[in-house]
């Protein structure tokens, strides 16, 4: 094999240097022309101003006064935006913790539980199967199961349990509640399982030998060990649920506020630029959230 000179060797080091860039090219370029310019595009576009029946490009803050001058005249009050707000991070805290304890069981479940590896894979692809349909479609499905006159009603009044069917089981807080967790739950499952996964089993196997309860094992090894698993499912399961228009529109009866359904119904008034400055408030408030847990927990670590 011939000897490769000097000019060679520097030819090729230098490809190989700009070879997992332009690896990485077509993906930063999808990336960059499906996500960073749309937010570019909003950004620029909550400044603009707007009529009931034109709008101009402009450099103005009004649309970010109208969100919030209001609210710190209203102080101590709570204004519309603040209670929106504050009603939204309350589906987002109480599903995030209902899909964390849920997901973490069966993650354990399938992890630790479940010795055969044919079986577990039949059991996670049992958790995927709801995504093979439409959201909206499962959504849909709750309909005839929690209304008035459906079969969870009819089943307590034929037990003699209630004497009238319940209300609040459809278009209310609870079942808004219940398909989030119902929709969300599997981005939980997925990323713990998968840091459970690369626990050691013999750390586990050696603190039982030094005689660790099962509670200690799953609060001093599991647990810790599953950190960015549940960081990541975290992230997940806040960004949809903080966005989300569409199950709280179904579920709630259109009769209960989000973020993201404020958002919807300006859009459909074809105010975009109060819009785009309440999208651009609700980034921030997501991303401030993310910060926070990439914070405390490296998730670099799992990807």
């Not at 000897?3 to 520097?10: A, E, G, M, Y």
Request: hydrophobic share 55%; proline share 4%; charged share 10%.
């Amino acid at each position: 094999m011939p000897l490769l000179s000097t000019t060679d060797k520097q030819a090729m080091t230098h490809y190989a240097r700009w070879t997992s860039y332009w690896q990485a090219a077509p993906l930063a370029a999808v990336l960059l022309l499906f996500f960073v310019l749309p937010l570019v595009v909003t950004f620029i576009v909550s400044f603009w101003s707007y009529t009931g029946y034109s709008i101009e490009p402009d450099f103005i803050f009004d649309n970010y006064r109208d969100a919030f001058d209001r609210c710190i005249v209203a102080l101590p009050d709570l204004c519309t935006t603040f209670r929106t707000y504050l009603s939204t991070l309350r589906f987002c805290l109480a599903v995030w913790l209902l899909t964390l304890v849920i997901g973490f069981i069966i993650a354990y479940y399938l992890t630790f539980e479940i010795r055969t590896t044919t079986i577990r894979l039949v059991l996670a692809l049992v958790c995927t199967i709801p995504f093979w349909t439409s959201n909206v479609i499962r959504m849909i499905s709750w309909v005839p199961l929690l209304g008035r006159n459906g079969l969870v009603n009819q089943a307590l009044v034929g037990a003699a349990i209630i004497d009238q069917p319940l209300d609040w089981l459809l278009y209310s807080n609870f079942s808004v509640l219940l398909a989030f967790v119902h929709l969300n739950t599997v981005f939980m499952i997925v990323p713990i399982a998968n840091s459970m996964s690369r626990i050691d089993r013999s750390l586990v196997e050696a603190a039982r030998d030094a005689g660790a309860t099962g509670w200690q094992i799953l609060l001093h090894i599991i647990i810790p060990l599953s950190k960015t698993g549940i960081a990541i499912g975290s992230i997940f399961v806040i960004t949809v649920v903080m966005g989300d228009f569409i199950t709280i529109g179904i579920m709630g009866g259109q009769q209960i506020a989000s973020a993201g359904k404020v958002i919807q119904t300006q859009i459909g008034a074809l105010q975009f630029p109060i819009a785009a400055a309440n999208a651009v408030v609700l980034l921030a408030v997501v991303l401030m959230i993310i910060a926070t847990l990439i914070r405390y927990i490296d998730i670099r670590k799992e990807l």
